[in-house]
């Protein structure tokens, strides 16, 4: 131990001499470093984001869409759905939600009545498909007993109203054969210009029957991914029979293996880049080291004639290029941190993109960054390691 310690001691010492060549050296390492360990990170982020875009569409993973369509004339909507909850009842479906293209439903504006495009779901929907509700709340449980039906709507539906207010809820009429005052108790943006919004599967049904009456039966079941072919085999085969009339569909709508190919293409080629850019660093490490060594060769060869082994030599000559190397390292991984940290993640909202998981910096990119440092400067070190031991003790001398 004792050692080891003296010869890291010596290796500090050298750096500590040597320090205005080992600095321009390390520039390349460090800026390597860097690029590793954030573009890491940022990877990690962007997989999320890409994640959580592909789970508002499709679901997660692993989410399978039941749809029942009528074979002539329509289906019996309750007992569609009656037969539906009572497979997620007995099999023990955690998350499960009612689900559609949407209706098109006529809505009593300030400014003119229009039809507009309202989805009926249950709120396990905002879970499954990460609704990122911008103002007010989601649907609650309690919402389905409410007399005036609650709705989340978009931003072009909120303006066309007004504004939202969650101390002043906003009111609407919604049309058809049974008119009702709905209220707005969220505003969930999905970017489009034209109106639009959800509402409870409980609430369509109630105050829009003549509306559903030809629609399909759709019901979105989110599984373990695991047994995902399982539950789609059982529902497809106790469901068929279940809903007379009807032609069944069972299929994954989520991303699934799609998402995992382009996460490991995007770790990968990050990895890539940034150890490409680590071999550049390394190989002007090796140049000062070598260069370094020819300098000092009369200085090892004094050394070795008062005793100093070959491996005590070696060490000290590797060892220094490794100190060197993970204090730069270490230097970028610092700096990464504090970048990757306080970046603005509310720029991505502009173009349309939000990250609601944010993910902490990956303690695997700092590990990274530290443990190439590390392993360039060992490299880097080995060759002038290798020459300073080669060096004869008369010839190092004389030089």
Do not use: C, K
């Amino acid at each position: 131990m004792t050692g080891l310690v003296g010869v890291l001691a010596e290796a500090w010492g050298e750096v500590r001499v040597h320090r205005v060549r080992v600095l321009l050296s390390l520039v390349g390492v460090f800026l390597a470093v860097l690029a590793l360990t954030t573009v890491t990170a940022l990877g990690a982020m962007a997989r999320q984001l890409v994640t959580e875009q592909s789970e508002r569409f499709g679901g997660r993973p692993a989410t399978l869409l039941v749809e029942a369509y009528p074979e002539s004339g329509s289906i019996d909507r309750p007992a569609a759905r009656a037969a539906f909850d009572e497979f997620v009842e007995r099999h023990e479906v955690r998350w499960s939600t009612s689900t559609g293209y949407g209706l098109q439903a006529p809505v009593r504006f300030p400014g003119g009545a229009q039809l507009v495009q309202l989805v009926p779901v249950d709120p396990a929907y905002g879970v499954i498909h990460r609704v990122v509700v911008a103002e007010g709340r989601w649907f609650g449980e309690d919402d389905a007993q409410r007399l005036a039906p609650p709705l989340v709507v978009n931003q072009a539906f909120a303006d066309a109203l007004g504004g939202f207010s969650a101390s002043e809820p906003r009111t609407v009429v919604l049309g058809g054969t049974t008119p009702v005052t709905a209220v707005v108790v969220g505003v969930a943006d999905d970017g489009q210009e034209v109106p639009s919004g959800y509402l409870l599967e409980e609430s369509a049904q109630r105050w829009m029957p003549d509306l559903l009456a030809d629609s399909s039966v759709s019901v979105e079941l989110w599984v373990p991914p695991e047994d995902a072919d399982a539950v789609q085999q059982m529902a497809q085969a106790e469901l068929g029979s279940a809903v007379p009339g009807a032609s069944l569909s069972v299929y994954r709508s989520d991303a699934g293996e799609t998402t995992q190919v382009l996460d490991a293409v995007l770790a990968y080629g990050v990895r890539g880049v940034g150890l490409f850019a680590l071999l550049l660093g390394g190989i002007g490490v090796l140049n000062v080291g070598l260069v370094t060594v020819r300098q000092r060769i009369r200085e090892i060869g004094v050394r070795r004639s008062f005793g100093a082994t070959s491996s005590r030599v070696f060490a000290a000559v590797l060892l220094e290029s490794v100190v060197a190397t993970t204090l730069a390292g270490l230097a970028a991984v610092v700096v990464s941190v504090a970048v990757v940290t306080n970046l603005p993640l509310e720029l991505l909202a502009g173009y349309g993109l939000s990250l609601t998981d944010v993910p902490p910096f990956p303690v695997s990119a700092a590990v990274e960054g530290l443990v190439a440092a590390v392993a360039v400067g060992a490299l880097a070190g080995l060759v002038p390691a290798v020459m300073a031991v080669r060096a004869r003790v008369v010839d190092a001398i004389r030089y």
